[in-house]
Every structure is written in structure tokens, then in C-alpha cells.
């Protein structure tokens, strides 16, 4: 179990951001709990904190709804990674994340990290179906399984369990191709005033992932958190090289050296 008291102050922090409904929530819980769970819309904002080695990392999940959009700049605020989700199958959900949420980045440190990510692939890839942990190697059948059965409505006829090939009658129509992904990757960046050859590449930057079976999950928060360590290790220098006064004991000192030289 983590040093409760080294869980305190996080080093770094990461946000989703995203429509409602595009899996955000489901994203998290998949990582932090190794398992996939129905949720209901954030309401607000949820913070999740995670150990990465010997750094903090905090991860905050926002709200799609509209009402709460205005929440979305404040949590961005001294941002490091900023995860723009979207849904594989809903064309809509990428054209919000350029109309309505880019903006709400404007708050995040200058050298932030964008990432986008279309989720629910196992609705569109029959590759998405296979389940993976952190090592690459398949997790609990049972769980895939159950997921599968969920999704898909199979016959009630004896027939053998559903493979990848039988699975692709059954997959949605995907609506966000991956090329449409990596082009607005290329018009964040110019959004955000960053030159393209010297910025992380697109191939590295736009992901597509399975909250339900785990596909791609563990890579995706993992190449974040390697990305992330250079921007503690700059934060911890800089702190060194300005450490913080205490008040506190300014104060007290400022009175010592008050009284002692009063005649």
C-alpha cells in the first residue's frame, strides 16, 4: 500500500476532457481498478491520484455536460497532460473536443502534453476484443467474456464461442478514423502555437481504446506518465532553485530582529 503520507501533494496533473457519455469515467476506473463499471455522467469534476515510481500523479476526470463546461478551464489549470477523448463511433464527439473543449486548455502550462484518445474501439475492431494487462499478455478470460456477451447478442443455436472473425459481422459502422484523429492532432497543435516537427509525433500522441475489455488502456496512461516525469524533474529544479519562504518563519525572525534592535 503507498506512503499515505507521500500521496498527499501530487507532482504533476493530468486531465480528461471530452463529451459526455465517450467514456472518460469508465477510462479511469478500467486503470485504477482493473475493471470495466457501468457509471453515471460526472457530475462536476472527480479526482483520481496515482503512484507513478516515486511521483504523484494526479488524474482528473471532467464532466461532458454543458452546464459544466465553465468548470473545464479550472481544472486545466497547471495542467501537464491534457487527454481529449472522443467516441470511435460518434463522429460528433471529435468535432466537439476542436468547437467547444480546446479552448478550456488555454489554462494548461505552456509545455503541456495533448493526447487524443477514441474509446470504445471493441465497438468497431474485432482486436479491440483481446483483453491486456500492463505486460501485454491476456487478463481474465471470464471478464472478457462477460463483456462480449453484453455487447453482442450472439444465436441461441450450439454454436462455438464467438471469435475475432465471426465478431466483424457483428461491429458497429466506425464513424472517426485514426487519420482524422491525427489531423486534428496537427490543428491542436498549431491552435496551440507549437511547432510540429520539434512537438511529439502524431503516431505517438493519438490512441484508440477499449474502457470495456482494456485494450490499449495500461499503454496509453503509461506512455503519459513517462511523458510527464521530464516536467516534474523541471518543476523539482525549479523549486530548488526558488525554494518557497515560509511566512510563518519570516515572520518570527522579522520579530526577533525587530525587538533586538529597538533602543
Known sequence: MPDLSKMKKPDVKLVFLGDMNVGKTSLLHRYMERKFKDTISTVGGAFFLKQWGPYNI??????????????GSMYCRGAAAIILTYDVTNWQSLVELEERFLSLTDTANHDCIYA???????LTDSKAHLCQDSDGLPEDRTECEEGRTETHVLSASPTPPASPTSL??????????REDAVALYGRILRYKGLDEKSSLPADKMCFETSAKTGYNVDVLFETLFDLAVPAILRKRQENQASPTVDLEDWRQVSGKRGKSSCC
Open 58 to 71: 494526479s488524474i482528473w476526470d471532467t464532466a461532458g455536460r454543458e452546464q459544466f463546461h465553465g468548470l
Open 168 to 177: 466483424s459481422d457483428m461491429l458497429l459502422h466506425k464513424q472517426v478514423a
Open 116 to 122: 487524443l484518445v477514441g474509446n470504445k474501439a471493441d
